[in-house]
């Protein structure tokens, strides 16, 4: 194979990747990502809210894995929303088509997310109970902010 040819080729798996990568996501496939990746985020959480609300007692170590479980995820969110994901052919959807209607207003409710995500797993390695609450509520905030917003009921 000449070097020309081996050029051509890269190119062209390379632009095949990208347009992978924005364009040819198949909205089901879309829907079943991030209702899974808020299923993970949700599994997390429910321990460290049973902690905050004291129906399970306090553990610092617990609540740093599941806080970095979630921090570690939390910049994923924008990418299981894209455009034509309103609606799915088999899989159904609780996000609203307001999403793409107020995208940056969304993108930005899911970027408060992600700070207040990080900064939660951060505060959380140093066990203190106390700042832990406070910043969980904050975490907690983000997540209503956009359910209130985007997220119907099924
Ligand atoms: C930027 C917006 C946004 C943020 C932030 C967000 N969510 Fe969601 N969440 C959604 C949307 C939209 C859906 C509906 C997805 C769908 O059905 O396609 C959803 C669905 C869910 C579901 C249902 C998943 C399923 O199987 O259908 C759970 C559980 C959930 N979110 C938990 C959380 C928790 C807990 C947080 C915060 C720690 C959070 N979410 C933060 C937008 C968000």
Redesign the pocket.
């Known amino acids: 194979m000449n070097k020309t040819r081996l050029c051509v080729m890269i190119s062209a798996l390379v632009l095949s990747t990208l347009a992978f990568a924005q364009d040819s996501v198949k909205p089901d496939d879309a ?1 079943e990502y ?2 899974g990746l ?2 993970v ?2 599994w997390n ?1 429910g321990p460290l809210g049973a902690m905050v609300k004291g129906k399970r007692s306090f553990d610092a170590t617990e609540f740093a894995r599941h806080a970095e479980r ?1 921090a570690a995820i939390s910049d994923s ?1 924008i990418e299981g929303f894209p455009k034509g994901s309103d609606k799915g052919s088999s899989e159904r ?3 609203k088509a307001d ?1 793409w209607n107020h995208w940056d207003d ?1 993108q930005a ?2 970027n408060d ?1 992600h700070t207040q ?1 990080r900064l939660l797993a951060d505060i959380a390695k140093a066990n203190d109970e106390a700042k832990n609450k406070e910043q969980f509520k904050k ?2 905030e ?2 209503k902010a ?2 209130d917003k ?2 119907q009921k099924m």
């Open positions: 829907i991030r209702q808020m299923t985020i949700g959480f979630i969110v959807t609780a996000a999403i969304f409710k899911a997310f995500a975490v907690a983000t997540c956009c359910h985007y997220k």
